[in-house]
């Protein structure tokens, strides 16, 4: 399944090279020019294996994986699974348990992946007290198995739930330019990352000027982009935020 991506983009790329021997019309020569290039591109991003900033992982990347673990691509399935109920609109409290499973000890990367996903449950389901004795059972005994953009996932569950505990003293001690760089780039892609980065500088570094920066940044999003389930997470902590900002 994921070698076949490759071998469509490769095969992409032939059939646009073969047009350009063939094709005497520049126009047309200019667009599969285009069409070669980006399906090479394609072909050998994802011949690499590597997880990118936001957390996506190469086809190559995938297959290493599973040959690692065999439960591997149970554990995407799942998620996979999860994510398509959010677009449809059920909420991920409401989320049959079955697909949520809880890693007591971290062997590999799915126990990895099914414990941010327990976290996420946890978040839903207000058990900040829950996620943070996990979150520090992740950090501390999965090591090197972590990768970068975990760390940050996990950390960000961790501020999250200091939050609603109304302990944000705690927060600054975990904040850093790597979260801030994370949610600046990522900010597009999920509306509450920008809202991350409104609480920060509004309740904690209490800078003014990030925090006009970040709240305008939010308000001029394109919402329709958004899937709904993503919106009411934004929504619902910039509430929060500014109720205790009046505080």
């Given at each position: ?23 005497d ?77 809880i ?7 799915s ?18 007290d ?35 505990l ?30 991350f980065n ?25 919402r ?24």
């Amino acid at each position: 399944y994921y070698l076949g991506g490759i071998m469509f983009n490769i095969i992409l790329a032939c059939l646009s090279l073969g047009g350009i021997l063939l094709v005497d019309y520049k126009l047309v020569e200019v667009i599969l020019w285009m069409l070669f290039l980006i399906n090479i591109y394609y072909a050998l991003y994802n011949l690499v294996p590597a997880v990118n900033v936001s957390g996506n992982v190469s086809d190559t990347m995938h297959l290493f994986n599973y040959f690692d673990d065999d439960n591997y691509m149970h554990v995407i399935s799942n998620i996979q699974e999860v994510q398509n109920m959010l677009v449809n609109g059920i909420e991920l409290k409401d989320v049959d348990p079955k697909y949520i499973k809880i890693p007591k000890v971290f062997k590999n990367n799915s126990d990895i992946l099914c414990g941010l996903i327990y976290m996420d449950y946890l978040s839903s389901l207000d058990k900040y007290d829950d996620i943070i004795e996990y979150s520090n059972k992740m950090l501390n005994e999965c090591g090197d198995m972590l990768s970068k953009q975990d760390v940050i996932t996990i950390k960000l569950q961790l501020i999250n739930s200091l939050f609603f505990l109304n302990k944000v003293d705690e927060i600054k001690e975990l904040w850093n330019q790597d979260i801030r760089k994370y949610l600046d780039t990522m900010g597009g892609v999920a509306p509450v990352f920008i809202v991350f980065n409104y609480m920060y500088s509004t309740l904690i570094d209490k800078n003014s000027d990030d925090s006009k920066k970040y709240l305008e940044q939010f308000n001029k999003l394109n919402r329709k982009r958004y899937d709904s389930y993503l919106l009411k997470e934004a929504d619902e902590l910039l509430e929060e935020v500014n109720k205790r900002k009046g505080d």
